[in-house]
């Protein structure tokens, strides 16, 4: 029954912003690491950002110094704020969770929530 339902996503302008979130819910008990991955048309998916338990962050060169990943452990959500935005953003994002439930460990994904960068 776990679950994670993502928010923030939508149509945006070169150069602006949006925050995604993704929250996790569920009979949670650990989670080890959050991610966020995107996938545009006929593309693969690929990671975008990742954040351990431990607060250690890793990106993607191509959103270097633009995005931010950031975590709120206590409310098991994750988040990506993203600036400077540019059309080769433009995909689904997904948010990914590597967690202990009931059914061990196992990642999880959410939904999907289009961004789209206009030029």
């Known amino acids: 029954q776990v679950q994670l339902v993502e928010s923030g996503g939508g149509l945006v302008q070169a150069g602006g912003s949006l925050r995604l979130s993704c929250a996790a819910s569920?009979?949670?008990?650990?989670?080890?690491?959050m991610g966020w991955y995107r996938q545009a048309p006929g593309k693969q998916r690929d990671l975008v950002a990742a954040?351990?338990?431990?607060?250690?962050?890793n990106y993607a060169d191509s959103v270097k110094g633009r995005f931010t990943i950031s975590r709120d452990t206590a409310k098991n959500t994750v988040y990506l704020q993203m600036n400077s935005l540019k059309p080769e953003d433009t995909a689904v994002y997904y948010c990914?969770?590597?967690?202990?439930?009931?059914?061990?460990?196992?990642?999880?994904w959410g939904q999907g929530t289009q961004v789209t960068v206009s030029s």
């Open positions: 954040i351990t338990s431990g607060g250690s962050t």
């Open positions: 990914n969770v590597y967690l202990w439930s009931t059914q061990g460990w196992k990642n999880y």
């Open positions: 569920g009979s949670i008990f650990s989670i080890a690491t």
